[in-house]
């Protein structure tokens, strides 16, 4: 994983909570096998891929790998370099940091609402309702939109169950969107 890329991606996130604009930017998300790639000031963007946890009409969650794209190639802050560079549209409500001790097995549930979840250190795991499991490590993220997984007539789990993964603590960054959010960075719609 490009910590690199973590890191603008945070950066961009993180200046949505203030009034700076690049309205110019069209950042959006694709499937990951999408083969349109980014393509700015001669540039061709690298791939940012995210795991995306969401649920179905019936409920159902399920785990898709999406790419972030859209970022321009330019300077985020004069003088400096080129780098790649996107404000996410989605509106940000709080930035938190969990850590999942090790041994840490979670009850099912689903996320509060639309969600970025960007592993720090450690691993965990996450389980849909469909029997998906996804492994996670530092650098990776997640998006989480499966506030609307419901008990279904088969299955009474909803949403997903996390877990520690090995003996070291999870640390997460995670950046809650306000409710009711357009959630356009869910490949999964």
């Given at each position: 994983m490009n910590y690199s890329l973590i890191k603008t991606f945070i950066l961009v996130s993180l200046s949505s909570l203030s009034p700076l604009s690049y309205a110019a930017t069209q950042v959006h998300s694709v499937e990951s096998s999408n083969p349109t790639a980014t393509h700015s000031n001669g540039e061709t963007q690298p791939p940012i891929k995210y795991a995306s946890l969401w649920a179905d009409k019936s409920g159902a969650t399920h785990i898709k790998t999406c790419r972030i794209e859209g970022l321009q190639?330019?300077?985020?802050?004069?003088?400096?370099?080129?780098?790649?560079?996107?404000?996410?549209?989605?509106?940000?409500?709080?930035?938190?940091?969990?850590?999942?001790?090790?041994?840490?097995?979670?009850?099912?549930?689903?996320?509060?609402?639309?969600?970025?979840?960007?592993?720090?250190?450690?691993?965990?795991?996450?389980?849909?309702?469909?029997?998906?499991?996804?492994?996670?490590?530092?650098?990776?993220?997640?998006?989480?939109?499966?506030?609307?997984?419901?008990?279904?007539?088969?299955?009474?789990?909803?949403?997903?169950?996390?877990?520690?993964?090995?003996?070291?603590?999870n640390v997460q960054l995670i950046i809650k969107l306000k409710p009711n959010v357009r959630q356009t960075m869910n490949c999964a719609d």
């Open positions: 190639f330019k300077t985020y802050a004069p003088p400096s370099a080129p780098q790649w560079i996107g404000v996410s549209p989605d509106q940000i409500e709080s930035i938190a940091y969990a850590v999942l001790p090790p041994g840490y097995e979670g009850t099912w549930h689903h996320a509060p609402g639309p969600q970025w979840v960007i592993t720090l250190s450690g691993k965990w795991s996450v389980q849909t309702t469909d029997g998906s499991v996804l492994i996670q490590g530092p650098g990776e993220m997640q998006f989480n939109a499966d506030s609307s997984s419901h008990p279904r007539n088969n299955d009474p789990h909803v949403g997903h169950i996390s877990k520690t993964v090995g003996n070291d603590p």
